[in-house]
């Protein structure tokens, strides 16, 4: 069996959303969209639901950042909180593993052809843990992102230092 999705402390990682893939509402999101927005809010600001609902905090976000691939995300579920309790077991269990989004659309454009709307700019309000989500790919996940979005980083981190 490999490494379980969530650890002792309500700590879990994953993807919130992917970038150019369609989603079930028809939406692609695509690179950049959330630049804005995560640089305006800070990740203190976007809340941890559960289902979207904003009765539902369940958690804080210890991360959140864009890298080549999507919306990658580290957070933890606040202990002593009958939910994030309950999420913290259905989690460890593989019952529930579904990350959503939840934004107002700033800047978009849609094909003619196909219809799909194209998610250039968001305004990212909250990240839930969902039953289903509508990006299929957008998931609680076990481990680091790909190496090459863990390569970006570093590269960008190195470039940071020079910068100072």
Known sequence: ???LPID??????????????LDDGGDIVMPGAFR??????????????FQHDPKEPVGTWDAIREDDYGLWVEGRLVQDVPRADALRRLIGRG??????IGFRTVKSTRASREGHRRLWEVDLWEISIVTFPMMDL??????????????????????DVFKQ
């Open 95 to 100: 019952a529930v593993d579904g990350l959503s």
């Open 1 to 3: 069996m490999g490494p």
């Open 138 to 159: 957008a998931r609680i996940a076990p481990g680091k992102p790909p190496a090459s979005s863990r390569l970006e980083r570093s590269l960008q981190a190195a470039m």
């Open 8 to 21: 002792a402390d309500g700590r879990f990682e994953g993807y919130a959303s992917v970038f150019g893939k």
């Open 36 to 49: 804005r927005s995560l640089g305006l809010r800070g990740r203190h600001r976007i809340k941890m639901l």
